[in-house]
C-alpha cells in the first residue's frame, strides 16, 4: 500500500468540517455571525449539518479510495434518472439483433465493420469486436461474462459506499447530540442557554436519520436497481451476439431472447401479434 496524499486532504477537509461544527455547538465560535442567512429557520443549523456531513465523509474516505469516493459522489447523480432498459427498450433491442442477425449473414465483414461503428462506447461494439477478432463462441461468451460481471462489481461498491454512509448517519447524529448535551448541563446556571443547546443536539440527530433514509439509503438502492437492469441488458446482448456468430435462425434469435422479457409482457406482445 501507497500513502495517497488526496486521501489525506480529504480526511483533513471531512475532520474540519466536522470540528467547525462542535466548536460552534460549545460555543467557541459562532457561524451565526458569519452566515446569518444559513439561520433564517430554527431547523437548518449550519453546525448540525457541518456534524453530520463531516463525520459521514471523515469515516467514507478513512475506509475508501478517493477515486472510488469520486465514483459515488458521480452515481448520485442517478437520483434523478429513471433506468431505460423497461420491458419496450429491451424488446427493441430484440428486433434490432433480429435485424443483424440478417445483414451478418449476408456480408459478415461489412456488417462487422459498420456495426462498431454505428455502436461507439457501447458492449455491443464490444462484443463484436470480439468477433472480428475470430475468437472462439466460448471465448466470446468467457471474456462478455467477465465485463458484465466486472462492471456489475464496480457500481456494487459505490452503492456500498453510499450505504455505509447512511449507516453512519444516525451515530454522527447521535455523536453531536452528545455535545449538545454536555453544552446544555455544562450551561445549566444560565437558563437561556439550555433551550439553544437541547435544540442544537437534537437537530443534528434530525439531520443524520434525514440523510440516512431519505437520500444515501434511497441512492444506494437506485444504484444496484439500475445495475440490475443494465446487466440484464447486456446479457441478453450477449445471447444475442452470440447467437448471431452461431448463425441461428431471426426466428430462434427472437424467441430464444424474448425468454428475458417478463413473461406477463411477452404473453401479451403473442396476443397483439395474433390478432394482426
Known sequence: MRFSILSFFWIIFSLALLMTGILDIIGIIHLKEYFPYLFINRFLDLPSF?????????????IYPSKLMRSAFAKMGQTFHQSINTQKVLQKDIESIVTWSNEYKTNRLEFLRTIQDKQKHDFTSYLFSLISTNYSIDEVRVIGETSIDENYSNTHKVSEV???????????GMFGTLFGLVYMLSSLDDPSKIGPGLATGLLVTLYGVTFTHLFFYPVSKKIMLNADYNKIREELMLEGVQLIAENKSPLF????????????????????????
Open 253 to 276: 434469435i427472437k424467441d430464444k431472447l424474448q425468454t428475458y422479457l417478463d413473461r406477463s409482457y411477452t404473453i401479451k406482445q403473442l396476443k397483439a401479434e395474433n390478432k394482426k
Open 162 to 172: 453510499l450505504k455505509n454512509m447512511g449507516n453512519s448517519g444516525p451515530a454522527f
Open 50 to 62: 457541518l456534524i453530520v456531513m463531516g463525520g459521514l465523509l471523515t469515516n467514507a474516505f478513512i
